[in-house]
T-cell receptor, first 112, second 117 residues
Framework: DAGITQSPRHKVTETGTPVTLRCHQT?????MYWYRQDPGHGLRLIHY???????DKGEVSDGYSVSRSKTEDFLLTLESATSSQTSVYFC???????????FGPGTRLTVL | AQKITQTQPGMFVQEKEAVTLDCTYD???????LFWYKQPSSGEMIFLIY??????QNATEGRYSLNFQKARKSANLVISASQLGDSAMYFC??????????????FGTGTQLKVEL
């Protein structure tokens, strides 16, 4: 299994508070991704990174920011959490640009 | 328009039977990739199989095969000899074209498969 961890695995927070989710990999893969999963929508890409300090927006990036200062870590930040950001968040990594991605275990975030 | 369509929200199959999960896609890009993932009730996303748009043969991985019909824009997953452990949600996903843009996947809404005795 690809070495991907996500922290925290579960979090409950209140509307308006900042939240940071961490994705850590031990595979030295270049590409990293953040998705959210909601019922009826499958997985949707939030942001992705194609190298240290290189990031770009995905399909549902509003309200989210990311940072990647090291190859192994990709952080997702909700500057001011809203109830619509209640979701399961998955991090994924891939060594190649055009092949399969390997997913972390997910983080369940609840915004009250 | 939906880029990935999975029209079967739920399916049942008898153990040891084969089952086909449907996936159609929409792209005008000549270079693309198609993926299938499995998500058991425990929640993790497991990669199953990949098909590139230029691949001449259908992809196979053990009991999984991808029935790729390019002209019809379909990429159905076939699971042979179903097992109880195959009960899960299955997602079809697509990557479109171009290098330099990362491997951005678009997912379908999934098909819930239940394998029965």
């Amino acid at each position: 299994d690809a070495g991907i961890t996500q922290s925290p695995r579960h979090k409950v927070t209140e509307t308006g508070t900042p939240v940071t989710l961490r994705c850590h990999q031990t595979e030295n893969h270049r590409y990293m991704y953040w998705y959210r999963q909601d019922p009826g929508h499958g997985l949707r890409l939030i942001h992705y990174s194609y190298g240290v300090k290189d990031t770009d927006k995905g399909e549902v990036s509003d309200g989210y920011s990311v940072s990647r200062s090291k190859t192994e870590d990709f952080l997702l930040t909700l500057e001011s959490a809203t109830s619509s950001q209640t979701s399961v968040y998955f991090c994924a990594i891939s060594p190649l640009e055009d092949r399969e991605q390997f997913f972390g275990p997910g983080t369940r975030l609840t915004v009250l | 328009a939906q880029k990935i369509t999975q029209t079967q929200p739920g399916m049942f199959v008898q153990e040891k039977e084969a089952v086909t999960l449907d996936c159609t896609y929409d792209t005008s890009d000549p270079s693309y990739g198609l993926f299938w993932y499995k998500q058991p009730s425990s929640g993790e996303m497991i990669f199953l199989i990949y098909q590139g748009s230029y691949d001449q043969q259908n992809a196979t991985e053990g009991r999984y095969s991808l029935n790729f019909q390019k002209a019809r824009k379909s990429a159905n997953l076939v699971i042979s000899a179903s097992q109880l452990g195959d009960s899960a949600m299955y997602f079809c996903a697509m990557r479109e074209g171009i290098t330099g843009g990362g491997n951005k996947l678009t997912f379908g809404t999934g098909t819930q498969l239940k394998v029965e005795l």
